[in-house]
């Protein structure tokens, strides 16, 4: 038996989130009935984050035990071929038995959301990327993402249905790109709660429109509490783009 790491790629845009559930097919469903037909297993995959419907990875790190003679390293070949073409495995490689992609200390996560910020929508940009007419002031919303970076209680910036008992993560930088109409906010940290980049996202777009003072990003922060927020941007703009353990890269 050998624990075999895989670095997966997926548009989510037509499945129900990354954890299996009764309601609708999802990315570890497919995972584990493709790579169960190929090795002959039963097969549990474990992954670093349980990414929600229509959002999607370039990064997302899994394990998986396996007996199968397939090399470690040609299993991300093997499996490709019985990929449907909006999930792909980026590599594979053999880890310690122990290895657990969620529970290691040093993690670093990085999601990316994109925004499309023209008078009128681009259908190609529409399954990666946020539709938003209004103009957006950038510069107003680099001032208040200023206020999340660092360890905080993001109490005020995660669903209410989160089942985690401590809600104190570090954000260690966030950037907003702009080239055109497309906007890019990029946060990285060591973790993050339930829908919490989508509502950094959603309150830094409010910013950005004028609804809130820059400042109001602080208040927020520090009233820790889910109804002094505002609203949670919608999936699609969402991106996990990948995941750093401290070590050499992966692929």
């Not at 050998?2 to 499945?15: E, F, H, P």
């Not at 997302?60 to 470690?72: C, E, G, Q």
């Not at 495995?89 to 999601?111: C, L």
């Amino acid at each position: 038996m050998k624990r075999v790491r895989i670095v997966v790629a997926y548009d989510g845009t037509d499945y129900c989130g990354w954890q299996i559930q009764p309601n609708g097919i999802t990315i570890e469903e497919v995972l584990n009935r493709e790579i169960g037909r190929l090795t002959g297993e039963e097969i549990r995959i474990i992954g670093a984050s349980r990414t929600d419907s229509g959002v999607h990875a370039l990064g997302n790190v899994a394990v998986f035990d396996t007996s199968s003679r397939i090399p470690p390293e040609r299993m991300a070949y093997a499996i490709n071929q019985r990929m449907p073409e909006d999930i792909v495995i980026v590599g594979s490689e053999e880890v310690p038995a122990d290895w657990h992609p969620r529970y290691r200390d040093g993690i670093t996560k990085i999601y990316e959301y994109h925004i499309y910020n023209h008078g009128t929508p681009n259908p190609l940009r529409r399954r990666y990327s946020t539709y938003i007419s209004f103009p957006l002031d950038v510069g107003r919303m680099r001032e208040g993402a200023a206020y999340l970076i660092g360890e905080h209680d993001f109490a005020s910036f995660c669903n209410v249905k989160t089942n985690a008992s401590d809600t104190v993560r570090t954000v260690r930088d966030i950037s907003i790109a702009a080239r055109g109409p497309e906007i890019t906010v990029r946060v990285t940290g060591n973790g993050f709660l339930y829908n919490m980049v989508r509502i950094i996202a959603g309150t830094l777009i409010r910013v950005g429109r004028g609804f809130y003072e820059p400042e109001r990003i602080r208040d927020i922060l520090e009233a820790r509490e889910r109804t002094a927020d505002g609203v949670t941007a919608p999936p699609n703009g969402l991106v996990l783009v990948g995941i750093d353990y401290g070590e050499p890269d992966l692929f």
